[in-house]
């Protein structure tokens, strides 16, 4: 596998925790550093009965053998890290890159009470945007000189290099999704930064070339959370009657939907250089698949619907979820 970065191909919530759960934990990854925005994301994985959700750590946590980290591009909630490291008991093999930004309570107390962010954006509020404000300006306060972090303080663009150099397993963990870029989204509808895989690899100190695979996951619908314009977006009894109506896991709010969208798609696999795709939640299109693990177990129209895709994007779906848990996988990678 080498070095893969895992991004979201529409809003976020394309279930990127899931997949990055399910990789980790089938090729036994040394390292699984996060990049991205900061705890606006809420990534969600669910093992047997048990439902797990991270804001900051990669969603790698269940995996006792890799390593966690957080690049230096992403903003660190510290109240929020070090209760999910307590609560993962990850202590020993978290890492936090010395140059990741802090998010203070005036942060989110500015997220939460400005106009224009809360109401016209429908940000998280949980700081983000006047975090990375801030360190545009240079006045925000580093990883390295917060006190409460300093047991996990790294360099964390040398230890994936380190990992790398030794032919081992790295993966990259995106955030947020493709279309909330500050750059390549509908601005001003989008997050405070660039969230392509392009960004990803900056936020962690890695290069383009040091890239093998960039896996974009999308789900099986779009769905969006907060304002801005979604295409052929569903009326809520309709996305209530297709099982589509899903509640942001940061903030509970209900998120809207609309069918799978090729041309959004096909853009996506540009501004990400995808090498493969991963299609989740399949079977909220075809109850029947459940569970699932075979491709050739798929009926005809789940196979059409893949098939489609792989013939529009030119790319393979490689994985394709088809339920809640880490391991309702179909695994077509080899
Ligand atoms: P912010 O990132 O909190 O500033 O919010 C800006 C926009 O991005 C809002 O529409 C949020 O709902 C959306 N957003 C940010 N992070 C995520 C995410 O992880 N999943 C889905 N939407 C997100
Ligand atoms: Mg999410």
């Not at 990534?43 to 980290?69: C, E, I, Q, Y």
């Not at 997050?191 to 895989?197: F, I, Q, Y």
């Not at 098939?307 to 529009?312: D, F, R, V």
Request: hydrophobic share 40%.
């Amino acid at each position: 596998m080498g070095c893969i970065v895992v991004v979201g191909g529409f809003f976020g919530d394309e279930g990127k925790g899931k997949i990055v759960a399910y990789i980790v934990n089938k090729d036994n990854t040394s390292l699984a550093a996060r990049g991205g925005v900061g705890p606006n994301a809420g990534h969600t994985f669910v093992v047997g009965d048990k439902t797990f959700k991270v804001r900051m750590l990669p969603s790698a946590a269940l995996n006792t053998k890799t390593k966690l980290a957080i690049g230096a591009g992403v903003l660190v909630n510290p109240e929020v890290l070090i209760q999910e490291i307590t609560s993962f008991d990850v202590h020993k093999r978290t890492f936090i890159d010395r140059n990741c930004g802090i998010i203070s309570k005036e942060h989110i107390r500015k997220d939460l009470s400005t106009n224009h962010l809360k109401n016209n954006i429908g940000t998280t509020g949980t700081g983000t945007g006047p975090a990375n404000s801030d360190r545009a300006l240079r006045i925000l306060t580093l990883a390295k000189d917060q006190a409460e972090l300093k047991d996990y303080i790294s360099d964390v663009s040398s230890m994936i290099h380190y990992h790398l150099d030794k032919k081992e397993d790295v993966l990259i963990e995106g955030t947020q999704g493709t279309f909330l870029s500050l750059f390549h989204g509908g601005y001003p509808f989008v997050t405070s930064k660039d969230v392509t895989a392009s960004s990803i690899c900056a936020d962690v100190g890695i290069g383009p070339k040091n890239v093998d695979d960039v896996l974009v996951v999308f789900k099986s619908y779009v769905t969006r959370v907060g304002a801005g314009p979604l295409e052929n977006e569903l009326d809520r009894d309709e996305s209530v009657k297709r099982g589509w109506l899903e509640f942001g896991s940061v903030t509970g709010r209900e998120r809207r939907s609309s069918p799978f969208n090729i041309e959004m798609a096909k853009k996506a696999i540009r501004l990400n250089s995808a090498t493969s795709l991963a299609i989740t939640k399949m079977d909220i299109l075809y109850p029947q698949i459940a569970g699932i693990t075979e491709y050739t177990k798929l009926p005809i129209n789940a196979r059409n619907f893949i098939e489609n895709i792989e013939s529009e994007l030119g790319l393979k779906v490689v994985l394709i979820g088809t339920g809640a848990d880490v391991n309702a996988v179909i695994d077509r990678r080899k």
